[in-house]
């Protein structure tokens, strides 16, 4: 029986998660994981050896050695053939600041977060991207969900929760932990579109306004939006999370 692999660590999500060629892109792409990226990081920008690259990353040196083989391959045949790259996937977890060279950042104590409420056996909950009233336009980026409970045509509960800093690899997920059936954002990336379908979330975006009016004219059954919406905040949103590590819960156990 193959060894499970173990989560790699990583200090935080990448900021930019997509890089488009000039000049003659091919129309192929290349992903590049989470992992890899952070091997990259640590190796080309830190100048760590490979050695401590492993234990900040909590694995052995010769998977730090193979991962790192493997992004520069990847980067090499975007450079050279003009490949579009994404930043997305990967079996990781994010650093939370044990290892031997976190930023300060890390080490910050995790905030305490409110118990989220479960729906009821007959209703249905819609999430909303949220911003002080608004839909939040970067569906990635959103540092908030406003969710409602609808049974019988009518909202008959709303919670705002906070999504932690989530980042985009672990929102969908989230979104499913927590019940949710339809989803109303602003821009969102294709990436995470194809991570909703197959969670089976309906979703609504490129929708903008206040979101309770979005909700209302919803369940009128006239709510406006764009099926072939794209997130323009960093081109694309391609980190749909599905292989992102926590507490274990994908069985991650060796190298």
Known sequence: MARPRRCRRICSEPSYDSFLPGGFPSDEEVILSLDE?????????????????AKQMDISRTTVTEIYESARTKIADCLVNGKQLFISGGQYRVCDGTGFCCHQDCKKPPTSKKPIKRKGAKE???????????????FGHTEQFNLYDIQDGKVVGTQLVDTNGQGHGALSDFLVENQVEALICGGIGGGAQSALAAAGIKLYGGVSGAADDAVAAYL??????NPNVQCNHHGHDHSCGEHKCGE???GCGGN
């Open 248 to 250: 274990d819960k994908h």
């Open 124 to 138: 249905m909950r819609i999430a909303v991207t949220y911003d002080n009233g608004m839909i939040f336009q970067h």
């Open 37 to 53: 990226y952070e091997a990259i990081r640590l190796v080309d920008m830190e100048k760590l050896t490979h050695e401590q690259c």
């Open 220 to 225: 009128a059954g006239n709510l406006g939006y």
